[in-house]
């Protein structure tokens, strides 16, 4: 079972990215999915999650309208889209998943971790 998490990049504030988690190994429709992201010297935090079915989103106080969180059970994947990146937005973002929850929004509830993409955010 993996997630691979790609789309992240150098980007100037303001701008946008997009990332991706394509999960092998196993359907994941079954799995609420996450992002998690750890900026440098501080510990991994919540940024968003999405259920099965995509039923139910939640975010972090800091997304404030900015990123959204979806999936495509077809493509076994989960995406994150991200507008108007601030420089605090750099960090290492990783992608989960669970069978367990509706949502996933502790970092201890995570069965399965993607490898992390990195985002930089320039000012």
């Known amino acids: 079972v993996q997630l691979q998490a790609s789309g992240g990049g150098l980007v100037q504030a303001g701008g946008s990215l997009r990332l991706s988690c394509a999960a092998s190994?196993?359907?994941?429709?079954?799995?609420?999915m996450s992002w998690f992201r750890q900026a440098p010297g501080k510990e991994r935090e919540f940024v968003a999650t999405i259920s099965r079915s995509s039923r139910y989103t939640n975010y972090a106080d800091f997304v404030e309208g900015r990123f959204t969180i979806s999936r495509n059970d077809a493509k076994n994947s989960v995406y994150l889209q991200m507008n108007g990146l601030k420089p605090e937005d750099t960090a290492v973002y990783y992608c989960a998943a669970d069978t367990r929850y509706q949502t996933l929004i502790n970092v201890d509830d995570i069965s399965y971790w993607g490898q992390g993409t990195l985002v930089t955010v320039s000012s």
């Open positions: 190994g196993r359907t994941f429709s079954s799995d609420a």
